[in-house]
């Protein structure tokens, strides 16, 4: 039996692999064609795992959104607990369930998250930020066996970095946003092309003006 969910990154940007501006703006770079099969994405999996600054600066609610399907687990990777009682994620936990992995050291919230609905899972640190094995296996072992990772960044990164990556789903609009503008998948440290993580890519959709690009890891 495998030890950890099947995960499908899902990742929206720009012709350059932006996911939003300089200054965090990010609505709306694909098109609601785009969006309306990316929330279909997310109601066929179990959770859906965002990192901390997405759920911080972008306050989403990480639902479905359409009638007739069901809404994931709602995760967040967020090491010291910066995710505030009054996000939308946290007021609506007795709704649709929300979980947070967290460091060991950034607990001191816990009881104020756990009051509201929230369940606390507290694990290890790696060199990439929280141990993204560990909590793998702690949704496995808690019936998550198909996991949507809607990133940003540093978590697709994190993901990758682990090998923790069968899927991309990869919805690209026809713009250009520079090289200022916010990464969709952060550095992954590589020194030789022989490193890199590769996919197969297994089809090719247009939405609209944008692409929906599927990739199975090799």
Known sequence: MALRPYVTLKIATSLDGKIALANGQSEWITGDKSREAGRRLRGSHDAIVVGANTAVLDNPQLTTRLKGLNNPIRIVFDSGLRLSEKSNLVMTARDVPVWIFCSKEGRQKAHIME????????????????????????????????????GGGQLNAAFLKHDAVDKIDWFRAPLILGGDGRDGISDLGLDDLGQSKRFTRSSVTELGDDLHEQYLRR
């Open 115 to 150: 009051k509201a609905g929230v369940k606390i899972f507290a694990i290890d640190r790696d060199m990439f930020g929280l141990n993204v094995v560990t909590a793998l296996e702690v949704l496995k072992s808690n019936g998550v066996d198909r996991l949507l990772l809607e």
